[in-house]
T-cell receptor
C-alpha cells in the first residue's frame, strides 16, 4: 500500500511565481519528512526537511508546511526559477527506523521562462 | 569529501541471471540503504545496512540480498532475475542517528532485464 502519496504527477508554473507541491500520508507514526529533487540521470538530492514537532521550516526560497491533523505536507518555492524544473519526491520516516524512507510517486515541476 | 558512487551505471541482464550492484558510501557515513525505483514510481525501500548488519527490510523477496563491508561500502545482489526487476536501483548513505536525517543518494544503476 502507498503510505505516501503525491496526487499531482505534474505541475507547470511561470518563472517568478509560486510553486506549491503537495503530499499526503496515511501513517500517523511518521515523525520526519523530507523533500528531494531529482534531475534525469541523477540521484535524488536533498532539498528540505521537517520534524513532526514543527509545522513550518524555511530555507531560502523553499518552505515546507506540515499539517499533522490532515496528514498533509506541502513544499512552496518562491520565486520559481527555470532551474527548479525537476521531479520532486516527498518522503517520510517512521520513528526508530534509521533512514528507511517511504517515498511518494513524485511530481514533475516545469518552470516556464 | 567524496559523495555516494554506484557502479555500474547501466546493466543489461537476461531473465534468470544473477546481478551484483555496488555502492560506495559517503565518507563518515556508516548506514547504507538500497531502493528500487520502477518507471513512473517513487523509490521503494529494499533494505538497510548499519555496521555490516541488515537493519530493516522492505517488502522484497529473499532473492534480493545485500552485504556491507568494513569500509561501509555495500553490494546489492539479485538472484533469478525477473523482467519486473528492471528498474533504477539507488543507494543512499547516511550517518546513523536516533531521529531522521537526510540521506545522500548515488546516481543509481539502471538495470534492464530482457
Amino acid at each position: 500500500d502507498q503510505q505516501v502519496k503525491q496526487n499531482s504527477p505534474s505541475l507547470s508554473v511561470q518563472e517568478g511565481r509560486i510553486s506549491i507541491l503537495n503530499c499526503d500520508y496515511t501513517n500517523s507514526m511518521f515523525d520526519y519528512f523530507l523533500w528531494y529533487k531529482k534531475y534525469p540521470a541523477e540521484g535524488p538530492t536533498f532539498l528540505i526537511s521537517i520534524s513532526s514537532i514543527k509545522d513550518k521550516n524555511e530555507d531560502g526560497r523553499f518552505t515546507v508546511f506540515l499539517n499533522k491533523s490532515a496528514k498533509h505536507l506541502s513544499l512552496h518555492i518562491v520565486p520559481s526559477q527555470p532551474g527548479d524544473s525537476a521531479v520532486y519526491f516527498c518522503a517520510a520516516i517512521p520513528p526508530n527506523t534509521g533512514n528507511q524512507f517511504y517515498f511518494g510517486t513524485g511530481t514533475s515541476l516545469t518552470v516556464i521562462p | 569529501e567524496t559523495g555516494v558512487t554506484q557502479s555500474p551505471t547501466h546493466l543489461i541482464k537476461t531473465r534468470g541471471q544473477q546481478v551484483t550492484l555496488r555502492c560506495s558510501s559517503q565518507s563518515g557515513h556508516n548506514t547504507v540503504s538500497w531502493y528500487q525505483q520502477a518507471l513512473g514510481q517513487g523509490p521503494q525501500f529494499i533494505f538497510q545496512y548499519y555496521r555490516e548488519e541488515e537493519n530493516g527490510r522492505g517488502n522484497f523477496p529473499p532473492r534480493f540480498s545485500g552485504l556491507q563491508f568494513p569500509n561501509y561500502s555495500s553490494e546489492l545482489n539479485v538472484n533469478a532475475l525477473e523482467l519486473d526487476d528492471s528498474a533504477l536501483y539507488l543507494c543512499a548513505s547516511s550517518p546513523k542517528t536516533p531521529g531522521g536525517t537526510e540521506a545522500f543518494f548515488g546516481q543509481g544503476t539502471r538495470l534492464t532485464v530482457v
